[in-house]
């Protein structure tokens, strides 16, 4: 790709666009070995090498992060009070970032940030479906009822009851002190606390909930929550 060599720097991740053009213009930044102070000039990312400091910058058009979100950090990209699923990301590639979805701050589990809008439209279009699959935790019995019911679709007060959901392996939690069952449960549509209000519904409480899968992407056992990584081309073509 052929870009301004302002843009490519501030799109990597080094800087604002004015900060890295006075690094630019410094003398700081070297394109094949010269410094180049222009900084207009175009450069050829598959080809050219851009060194600062002497380190190469590494420049992807997209980049695709996997992280195991912990509780107690908000799905945005920035906040003034409190921490972001952005901060969690430290080898920042680019700074046009966005997590793909949204988790509740007391959710946990996987969260895909990209800057590629298209694939986040593809993943979240209301027609698409895209099935995501989390464990959840509740304070009390998930009985055939309940169950039967979130499999056919639940009033949660919107326009129209939720989407037939699918829910397995339910049993229950060894705990002294209060009835707890778990379950694994796919739905397909994203509305907002949808999972818990689903089961509110029965009065029942979601006290755990960790999101598993979305779409073909399944979250990396490896990942400790707070931790990401890179996604696979493997991963990436799949998605
Ligand atoms: N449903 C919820 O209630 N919360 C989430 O974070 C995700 C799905």
């Known amino acids: 790709m052929k870009a301004r060599l302002d843009k490519i720097l501030a799109d990597s991740g080094l800087g604002t666009r004015s900060s890295v053009r006075n690094l630019i213009k410094s003398g700081k930044i070297k394109v094949n070995d010269v410094t180049q102070k222009d900084p207009g000039r175009k450069v050829d990312t598959d080809k050219d090498r ?3 400091g002497g380190e190469d910058i590494s420049y992807s058009e997209m980049v695709y992060y996997m992280l195991n979100k912990p509780a ?8 003034k009070n409190q921490k972001t699923v952005l901060d969690l990301i430290t080898d920042k590639k680019r700074r046009d970032l966005f997590p793909v979805g949204r988790l509740d701050k007391d959710t946990v589990g996987l969260l895909l940030i990209t800057n590629d809008g298209a694939l986040s439209h593809r993943l979240l279009a209301p027609g698409k479906h ?3 699959k989390y464990l959840v935790r509740v304070d009390g019995i998930i009985t055939e009822e309940v169950s039967s019911a979130i499999c056919s679709g639940v009033d949660i007060g919107d326009d129209k009851p939720t ?3 699918e ?3 339910i049993k229950q939690i060894e705990d002294t002190d209060a009835v707890i ?5 796919k739905i397909t549509e994203g509305r907002y606390h949808q999972i818990k209000r689903m089961f509110e519904a029965f009065g029942l409480n979601v006290i755990y909930l960790k ?3 979305m779409g073909s992407l399944t979250l990396d056992p490896d990942l400790k929550e707070g931790e990401w990584r890179y996604l696979t081309d493997e991963e990436i073509k799949k998605i």
């Open 181 to 185: 069952y778990e379950a694994v449960i």
């Open 72 to 79: 107690g950090v908000i799905t945005a990209t920035e906040d």
């Open 167 to 169: 829910l397995d392996t």
């Open 211 to 213: 999101r598993l899968s």
């Open 130 to 132: 895209v099935a995501k």
């Open 163 to 165: 989407a037939p959901a």
């Open 50 to 52: 851009i060194t600062y």
